[in-house]
């Protein structure tokens, strides 16, 4: 995406929650996929890495006429709720522009919704927070990937009513906490107050919400921060043995660009190794990279991605490292006659 002389990269977002907040199965309802359903006991133990791409978005948020997206799409990053886990959410929590804290309606905050929300102001990171599981309102009527607003004036009066007091629970519990939060479409201040969109993971209300909501309020507020540099910058998320390909890393890719055959320095138990990439594979858009798949191959990536690299002496990476491109011999000039070249 091009706005005005500047190139923007996607953004890339973290799903924080508690245990089974539904972070997962909110992801699932945007991709269509049934992730949640495969894991063991139902509990997220990796960090995940799914490509929106902008296309996808406007076909399900549906903007008005008007509304300009300029990102090129959205990297998701998916964490475990679970209390041992923090250091994966500090992952995440490190590499993301922009937040969302999910929460469940009938549960409010909790533990480590707290935890987050911590994290998150220490860190000042933005975030929006998702207000799952509104389906589970007694008497819910589902309508099936509607705009939030138009769901809950379908609702009887009495859903109406507990979806009210609810919400203003929550709204008191994060004021509790620092801070000031309102329904999105009723905020009116996004720079100071924090938006709620309230959603159903399983029937998909508010879904078309959050899509717009993450791409407009990362556009409005982080200009700078979206604009791709050709500087790599690149974390590592997970080591993988993988029977075919050996053992992998996964990557975020948050600036720069890749190419298969880049010199690159990553951190080990046993110290730096330096390393050659063999192969670049992203899942295809809207797969979670964590889930073995079906990859495609790269020449070269352009950030925002979630990637795998295939490369040797990675068995001993330590997540939540950077990567180095190491370019020997490379002056300036050459290396900016090269990102031409690209
Ligand atoms: P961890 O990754 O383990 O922290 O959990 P999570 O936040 O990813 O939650 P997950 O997606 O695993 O969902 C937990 C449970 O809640 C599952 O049984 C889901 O089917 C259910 N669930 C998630 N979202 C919704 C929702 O919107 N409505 C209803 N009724 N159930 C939901
Ligand atoms: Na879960
Ligand atoms: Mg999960």
Redesign the pocket.
């Known amino acids: 995406a091009i706005e005005g002389d500047r190139v923007l990269r996607e953004p890339i977002c973290c799903i924080l929650?508690?245990?089974?907040?539904?972070?997962?199965?909110?992801l699932?309802c945007i991709r269509h996929t049934n992730v949640?359903k495969g894991?063991a006991g139902?509990?997220?133990q990796q960090i995940g890495a799914t490509y929106v791409p902008v296309e996808y978005i406007m076909e399900r948020a549906k903007p008005h006429e008007g509304v300009v997206i300029k990102v090129p799409g959205l990297l998701v990053i998916?964490t475990?709720?679970?209390e041992s886990f923090s250091n994966m959410r500090s992952r995440g929590m490190s590499l993301c522009d922009i937040a969302v804290v999910?929460v469940d309606i009938m549960h409010g905050l909790e533990k480590q919704t707290v935890e987050s929300l911590a994290l998150l102001k220490d860190r000042n990171v933005r975030f929006i927070v998702v207000l799952?599981?509104?389906?589970?309102l007694c008497g819910w009527k589902h309508c099936p990937d509607a705009p939030i607003k138009k769901a809950l004036e379908n609702q009887s009066g009495d859903v109406k009513k507990e979806f009210q007091w609810r919400l203003t629970k929550v709204v008191t519990q994060l004021k509790e906490n620092g801070f000031n939060t309102a329904l999105y479409y009723d905020n009116q201040k996004f720079r100071k107050v924090f938006d709620i969109v309230p959603?159903?993971?399983?029937s998909g209300e508010g879904i078309p919400d959050l899509l717009l909501m993450l791409v407009l309020r990362s556009q409005a507020t982080m200009m700078e921060k979206l604009t791709f540099v050709n500087t790599v910058e690149c974390t590592v998320l997970e080591v993988n043995d993988d029977k075919d390909l050996g053992t992998t890393i996964d990557v975020v890719l948050i600036n720069g660009v890749l190419h298969k055959g880049d010199q690159v320095n990553v951190c080990t138990k046993q110290g730096p190794v330096a390393t050659i990439i063999r192969d670049l594979l992203t899942p295809h858009p809207l797969k979670e990279l964590r889930v073995k798949g079906i990859y495609k191959h790269h020449k070269e990536l352009k950030a925002a991605q979630g990637v795998k690299i295939v490369a040797r002496g990675l068995k001993y990476a330590i997540p939540g490292t950077s990567l180095i491109v190491v370019k020997p011999g490379d002056d300036l000039g050459q290396s900016e006659a090269k990102s031409q070249r690209n």
């Open positions: 929650g508690h245990v089974d907040a539904g972070k997962t199965k909110l699932d949640q894991e139902g509990i997220t998916d475990p709720g679970h999910v799952n599981k509104v389906d589970r959603t159903s993971a399983i």
